[in-house]
């Protein structure tokens, strides 16, 4: 009986049809976000699977803090690099974070704790179509976040997005912002990165495609 054999480009590309954080698949562009006129619709995102994280980084001692949201398959911060090449503080737990004198950042996630769904990412790819921040002072909209797809083979690229250039959601309330990311990945290859101001406090909720 014959065999239809398939090349190697074949199989990997039926891979990449149905895996999607192999590693084989085409590097991010490099880019920055330059903003959308984005105006909605809120409901189709609202109505999505989502969730939420409260960061707040406080104490009559508190400086920024650059932070790994998602740290990808990495458990060690000085592995995750900001633009610039910086390791972060910290990467992102539930309780205290960071704890120095007069300063603390901690956080909480809802629906269940922050560990639970960081594990959960790195066991099973999420497709995000959204994020919503909320702050308690607009100046931090103006702090960039830094998603980079990471690889030990070779790089694969970032993307960087300011939320403040989408202060024209349909928000009057200057403090909230919504960010569309159409076809937008997150998985055990996936960090994402922001420095926190001192004296904020952040809540981000991200927008899930399907069902946890």
Known sequence: ????????????????RNIRNYEGNRPMVQRNE??????GPVA???SQVNYTMTIKNVGTAAIDQTIAIIPAYFSDVAKIKDAAGVAVAAILKEGNV????????????KPKSIDEFLLFVKLNSMR????????DDSAQ???DILIR??????DLGFSTITPANYKNSPHLNDKIVEIPLPDMQFDNQTTVITKIQA???VTITFFNRFAI
């Open 199 to 201: 004296g904020r406090t």
């Open 128 to 135: 995000i179509t959204g994020i919503k921040m909320n702050v």
């Open 34 to 39: 330059t903003g959308r006129n984005y105006a």
């Open 141 to 143: 909209f103006s702090e």
């Open 149 to 154: 797809k990471e690889s030990p083979l070779r």
């Open 98 to 109: 960071i704890t120095t004198t007069n300063a603390v950042v901690t956080a909480v996630g």
């Open 1 to 16: 009986m014959t065999q239809n054999l398939l090349t190697v480009k074949q199989l990997e590309e039926r891979a990449m």
């Open 44 to 46: 189709n995102i609202a």
